[in-house]
């Protein structure tokens, strides 16, 4: 009934506005086929050869493609993807190998067809916490650093991200959010939902900044630089928000800071997600903080004090209260396997998987010194990184390892580590309707694995933007 109620809809659909669209971009009708859904909203759904059709860059339609042809009903036998299914089944009695892509047209229409021979496909990965090489490029070098990150990224199955700074004095930030606003204007299509263009590169899309400080806990800094970690200040933040407010899309706040009841106040008004961490927040200050807004946690255990059983403070209420989602970084570093497995019952489908990846500089040259604020050096030793006194320093985590590591620590399925990695960051945005998903008209950002987890293909926009050639690691 399902597949009958699809075959409806895309006939509305398509007569209304896909068309209008399809002129004004001209992009071929594909159609990926012989793929294992990874459908983290259908699980019943998935695990089943499926075929996906997009149309400019969108998804229009989901199915098995093996579905008997005559429960097709008379209705639906004029739309484009009656005909795409007959066309497919004729190939597949012609007995024709269809293994490599192939251009075929149906009426005026040219279709492309991807044979995913049994690949999985699960929605493009989704990271909240991407640091990159923002926290040690040189003013000069950070669009082009970002720029970097988003090219690298689709390599690892990510298709949206959240560049993410640190804590910084007020001129670097802003030095920051002026080298970064350009890319991310020329990226703004992306970020509308109403938008009718398509992704026209070939790189993952940096949705707009995560802030991680400055107005966090010294005591809880991690290592976020402490000499910049400061109260929030009312006309600080100003100069910020009213000029890059809308370029951010996360903070990551300490609510006992001074002045935090205001920022939380403005991220509200500005559609700003608060995310709390870096913080020893009291559970009753963590509980102010919801009511003003506050509903995801960074970075769970790390940079907050421990669970104590009668003061349970930030950890306890980020752990009970189904208000608040949470990530964490499972890179079997910053938490042992089973923190994470107990993070998974706790949270549940509220429980984000993030990387908090930094590039670190190969040679770092003593000029970036003021760049990398605070910093100091950090050194990558083979499994997380690390300040000179061993403090963890952001990791060197990839998303498809982050979902690979869930599995094999036992704390996640298949399906809840895909939506870990997709849906979920996706509704902690709000913008599952978009992304994170296979619905209809949703953009057709997707991943390819094999059965070990690795990538495969990354697609963008209904657009093969990765393709993995040799064996990896
Ligand atoms: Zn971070």
Redesign the pocket.
Request: charged share 15%; aromatic share 0%.
């Given at each position: 009934m399902q597949f009958l109620h699809i075959l409806a809809g895309i006939r509305i659909s398509h007569s209304r506005s896909f068309c209008r669209r399809s002129e004004e971009i001209r992009m071929p009708r594909s159609v990926l086929h012989n793929a294992i859904l990874l459908d983290p909203e259908r699980p019943d759904f998935s695990m089943t050869p499926s075929a996906i059709s997009i149309r400019n860059g969108r998804i229009e339609r989901v199915g098995a493609l093996n579905t008997d042809a005559s429960a097709i009903p008379e209705s639906a036998k004029e739309t484009c993807m009656e005909r795409l299914l007959e066309l497919r089944e004729r190939e597949q009695k012609d007995g024709r190998d269809r293994a490599k892509e192939s251009q075929k047209s149906v009426g005026s229409e040219k279709v492309e067809w991807t044979d995913l021979q049994g690949g999985y496909l699960a929605p493009g990965f989704l990271d909240l916490?991407d640091?990159g090489g923002l926290v040690f490029a040189a003013a000069k070098d950070l669009a082009a650093s970002l720029h970097a990150s988003c090219a690298h990224l689709v390599q690892e199955g990510v298709t949206a991200f959240l560049p993410?700074t640190?804590t910084s004095s007020q001129a670097r930030l802003e030095e920051i959010f002026e080298a970064l606003v350009p890319v991310l204007e020329s990226n703004a299509s992306e970020r509308k939902p109403s938008s009718h263009v398509v992704h026209n590169g070939n790189l993952a899309v940096p949705l707009g900044l995560h802030l991680?400080g400055p107005w966090i806990h010294a005591a809880c800094a991690?290592?976020?630089p402490k000499a910049a970690i400061r109260n929030y200040d009312a006309a600080q933040g100003e100069a910020i928000f009213s000029r890059f407010g809308n370029w951010i899309r996360m903070v990551?706040l300490a609510p006992e800071v001074k002045g935090a009841e205001l920022l939380l106040e403005t991220l509200a008004e500005r559609g700003i997600l608060a995310a709390l961490g870096h913080s020893q927040a009291s559970a009753k200050q963590a509980e102010a903080a919801i009511e003003l807004g506050a509903r995801h946690v960074?970075?769970l255990f790390n940079a907050m004090k421990p669970l104590h059983h009668r003061d349970p403070g930030l950890l306890g209420v980020a752990l009970s209260d189904d208000r608040l989602s949470c990530d964490l970084i499972c890179d079997g570093v910053h938490l042992d396997s089973r923190v994470v497995r107990l993070a998974a019952l706790v949270k549940r489908e509220r429980l984000v998987l993030i990387t908090?990846r930094?590039e670190v500089p190969k040679m770092r040259d003593p000029n970036l010194a003021r760049e990398g604020e605070g910093f100091g050096a950090v050194h990558d030793d083979g499994t997380a990184l690390r300040l000179s006194d061993g403090r963890l320093a952001?990791s060197s985590l990839s998303m498809n390892r982050a979902f690979r590591n869930a599995q094999s620590f036992g704390a996640l399925s298949l399906l809840e580590a895909v939506a870990a990695c997709t849906l979920r960051p996706a509704r902690v945005l709000g913008i599952e309707a978009e992304r994170g998903t296979f619905r209809e008209g949703a953009r057709a950002d997707f991943v390819v694995l094999d059965a070990e987890g690795e990538v495969l293909q990354t697609w963008i926009a209904g657009k093969q933007v990765f393709r993995r050639t040799g064996k990896t690691k």
């Open positions: 916490h640091h993410t640190v991680e991690g290592a976020q990551t960074t970075h908090d930094i952001g």
